[in-house]
C-alpha cells in the first residue's frame, strides 16, 4: 500500500512540516470504504537550516506533533502523533493513501489542549498563555488541502507550519556615560492571556519570503474572544543585566544564553491600548493600559556609587512604570522593545495621581522584527506616540 510520508522542516524562520502525513490509520479491511492501493513504504527526512536568534520552534528542536485527516468527508486521521527519534520521524500504525484527496490539519506541540478539529471546522478553542515564561509555548498551525496519492508515491506531503502567536523580545542600552544601570526584571502588565483560535480555510504551503509583505488572510488562522487581561515577566538572567557607562548596543535582557531569547514571551496578538499618565494617574488596579514594569537599579556619579534610583537608598531595585506604544501585534511577529537608559521619562507606580517622569531617563524604541524581516519604531515614552 502507498503509504504517508512526512517531511519536517524549517524554512526562512517559518517552521516548516513536511507533513509527516503521518499517523495512526486504521487497518484495511472488507468493510473499509476507502480505496487503498499497494505502493512504497512510509520514509521520512528532516531538512534543517540554522535556528533563528529566538526560543522559537525550529525544525532542529521540534519533537512532537499532531495531525488530522479527512477524506470524502470522512476521517482518516484522528490526531495522531508523530515523534522524532535520533533524526527519524515515527508514529504508530501505519496509514495508507486512499485513491481521494486528503485535508490534513496539524498543531504543535502536540500537548495544546482545546484542539477540536472536524471536517466541518478546525478550532483551538481556550487557549491560554501561560503565567509562568518559562511554560509558554510557541504555538504551530499548519494546512494542507487536497493531498494526492500520485504526488506522494516517492515524497513527503509538505506541511508549512506558522506561528499563532507574537514572540515578545526585551533589549536595553544606555546613551549616558555617567550612569551604571542593572536590570533585574521585566514585566508588561494588562496583556490578553486567553482567546480561540480558527484554522484558515486554505493551505498554509506557501512560504514567508525574505521579501514577502504578508501572507493572504485565507491563507492565515484567526484569534477571536481574546480577553483576561494579566501581567507577565519576561524570563532573565539571574543577574541581571549591567550596562557600565554608555552602552550603544543594546544588550539582550530575555537572553540567558548567548545570542538566544530562552527568556521571550510567546503572547496572543492583539491591539494594545497603552496606560494613560495624564489620563488616569497613578498607576492602581483599575488602569486598563498596557505598560511596562522595568526593576533596577540606577548609579551616578564619579565611580558610578552613588544611588539615584531607586530614591530610597535601603532599597536596591525597584520599578520603573513605562507606558506602551499603540501597536498591533501580529501573529508570527517578533518585536523587539529596546528600553533606553539616559534620555526620557518613566513614572514611579502608584505615587502621585498625575505623575510627572521620574528623573531615571528612560526612553525605549520598538523593532518589528518578524520571523522573518521586521520594522523598526520610536515610541515617545511619556505619550506613548510615535
Not at 509527516?20 to 534543517?48: H, K, M, P, W, Y
Request: charged share 20%; proline share 4%.
Amino acid at each position: 500500500m502507498s503509504n504517508f510520508k512526512f517531511l519536517v522542516m524549517m524554512k526562512s524562520k517559518y517552521l516548516l512540516v513536511t507533513a509527516l502525513s503521518a499517523a495512526a490509520l486504521t487497518a484495511c479491511n472488507n468493510d473499509e470504504v476507502l480505496e487503498v492501493n499497494q505502493g512504497r513504504g512510509i520514509s521520512f527526512q528532516v531538512a534543517t537550516e540554522a535556528a533563528t536568534r529566538a526560543a522559537a520552534t525550529t525544525t532542529n528542536t521540534i519533537n512532537k506533533f499532531k495531525v488530522w485527516g479527512f477524506t470524502d468527508n470522512k476521517p482518516l486521521m484522528d490526531g495522531v502523533e508523530v515523534t522524532k527519534s535520533s533524526g527519524t520521524w515515527s508514529y504508530d500504525n501505519i496509514i495508507f493513501w486512499p485513491a481521494s484527496s486528503v485535508d490534513f490539519y496539524s498543531v504543535s506541540p502536540s500537548t495544546v489542549t482545546g484542539v477540536s478539529i472536524t471536517n466541518e471546522a478546525q478550532k483551538i478553542t481556550g487557549f491560554t498563555v501561560a503565567e509562568k515564561q518559562d511554560e509558554q509555548i510557541d504555538l504551530l498551525y499548519a494546512v494542507n488541502k487536497g493531498e494526492e496519492k500520485e504526488k506522494h508515491e516517492t515524497e513527503p506531503v509538505s506541511i508549512n507550519f506558522r506561528h499563532a502567536l507574537s514572540q515578545i523580545v526585551f533589549k536595553a542600552k544606555n546613551t549616558n556615560e555617567n550612569l551604571k544601570v542593572i536590570v533585574k526584571g521585566v514585566k508588561i502588565a494588562n496583556i490578553k492571556k486567553a482567546g480561540d483560535f480558527t484554522y484558515p480555510s486554505q493551505s498554509t504551503t506557501t512560504q514567508y519570503t525574505s521579501g514577502s509583505s504578508s501572507i493572504v488572510a485565507t491563507t492565515q488562522g484567526e484569534w477571536d474572544n481574546v480577553t483576561t487581561e494579566q501581567t507577565f515577566a519576561a524570563g532573565m538572567n539571574v543577574n541581571g543585566v549591567t550596562l557600565e557607562g554608555k552602552v550603544e548596543t543594546a544588550l539582550d535582557l530575555t537572553s540567558k544564553e548567548n545570542e538566544v531569547y530562552t527568556g521571550a514571551l510567546f503572547m496572543i496578538p492583539q491591539a494594545l491600548t497603552p496606560w494613560d499618565p495624564e489620563a488616569t494617574g497613578a498607576l492602581n488596579t483599575t488602569n486598563k493600559g498596557v505598560y511596562f514594569l522595568v526593576d533596577c537599579q540606577i548609579l551616578s556619579g564619579t565611580n558610578k556609587d552613588i544611588q539615584v534610583w531607586p530614591s530610597d537608598p535601603k532599597v536596591q531595585y525597584a520599578e520603573v512604570a513605562i507606558p506602551a506604544s499603540e501597536l498591533n501585534w501580529e501573529q508570527g511577529k517578533k518585536y523587539i522593545y529596546t528600553f533606553t537608559f539616559g534620555e526620557g521619562g518613566g513614572y514611579v507606580p502608584g505615587e502621585e495621581p498625575d505623575p510627572d517622569p521620574t528623573l531615571i531617563g528612560i526612553d525605549f524604541n520598538v523593532t518589528v522584527d518578524e520571523f522573518k524581516d521586521g520594522g523598526e519604531q520610536d515610541i515617545d515614552m511619556e505619550t506613548g506616540e510615535e
